[in-house]
């Protein structure tokens, strides 16, 4: 590029001294006229090669979180430090890879004029669900007669996390899982309800009146009572993002996203039915947000599917073995995974003998249905629920015996 810059400038130069030594040698008006328009034109291009964005100050404004699904507007401010005219400036390469298929206006053009600042806004449709950057572009600009143009570097705008959107789910009877060879519920008596079990370690949002002072003092940090009424209230979600899961599956960026839409979507129904919640992810390599009921706890879950890719090298066995091995007491474990073979109904056994376990099956609308059928069958005879989604508005109409007799309309 520089070199082609400096072959303009030398052919230029050439020109203006061939039109100059015309006009001394003719004398005549033409010669001269077309010596000082070429001068002229020169000076102008040279003007705004230095002048355009002299000065100029470029900003990104972006919101921070959205929702798969929704339309994002975000924009490019430009700021100039001078009054020379722009008659055009536009951006490139400012909108991440992924979004460029939403976009509503892929390189709006404006023209600013004498204006001190402009504003290029972009809106993306449907914004899938990811953690995205936007800008570390380039603004572009020239001059009138489309000879010369001049580039500045647009600098890294927000990071912006797109959500999985979550939707309602009903009929999913938590407390219906079994784990340890009998049900678990979470009716009890009053009796139960007050009677404490043991302790556990305190943790943000615990209300102070069950603080267990003597077995704080002698572990000499805060612990809280644990109440006969608190078994099975941990809901703790374990995504499955293994690359052998979804490698063959016809439709595998679908099937996938439809697995992190039901995680989202069963976290945020635990949460909001007062439930401890939780997520056990493989990922860099593990990710484990501990069970709460607080809003923090809910939205680190949320970063974390929205972050989520299904290029994990290892296998979901290892990611279930894994969690077998955490102190994860009383929790019902939500496994949302598109791969139930023998291997993994082998490690949902070994689990269903420490927890309360159930299984959400992604299909997405290419799988074929009877073979999903046969595994969903062969895990219900070993005591583990099953459920089979194929699409998002299979979460709205789950049994109400938390799917262990026919876990949707499928």
Known sequence: MRLRQVALALLLACCAVGLYVFGRVTGGFLAWFLFYVFITGIAYEWATAVLTFWGVSVEIEAPRQALAGDHVTFSIVVRFANIWPVFWLRAYEVVPVKWRLHMENSAPTVVPLWRREVTLRYVVKDVPRGVFRVGNGLIESGDLFGLSRVRRKVPEGPMVIVLP??????????????????????????????????????????????????????????????????????????????????????????????????????????????????????????????????????????????????????????????????????????????????????????????????????????????????????LQAMGIDVHLIRSAADLSRLSGEGGRYGSTSI
């Open 165 to 378: 959107k979550a939707v309602p789910v009903r009929g999913w009877n938590i407390s219906a899982a079994h784990g340890g060879g009998e049900r678990r519920s979470l009716q009890h008596s009053p009796d139960d309800i007050h009677q404490v079990i043991g302790a556990r370690p305190y943790e943000h949002g615990d209300r102070l009146s069950r603080i267990h002072w003597p077995v704080s003092a002698r572990l000499g940090a805060l612990q809280v009572k644990e109440f006969q009424g608190h078994l099975s209230s941990d809901v703790v979600v374990v995504p499955d993002c293994s690359a052998g899961s979804y490698a063959k599956l016809s439709g595998a960026s679908g099937v996938f996203e439809l697995a992190m839409q039901t995680a989202a979507s069963l976290l945020r129904h635990a949460y909001g039915s007062g439930r401890r919640c939780g997520l056990v992810a493989a990922a860099d390599p593990y990710v484990e947000v501990s069970p709460a009921n607080t809003m923090d706890t809910l939205e680190r879950c949320m970063y974390t599917l929205a972050a989520m890719e299904p290029v994990h090298p290892g296998h979901v066995v290892e990611l279930l073995e894994r969690v077998r091995q955490m102190n994860l007491r009383h929790a019902v474990l939500v496994v949302v995974s598109p791969r139930i073979d023998r291997d993994v109904a082998i490690a949902l056994t070994n689990l269903q003998s420490q927890h309360a376990v159930q299984v959400f099956v992604p299909l997405g609308s290419n799988v074929g249905i009877e073979s999903a059928r046969l595994e969903r069958n062969r």
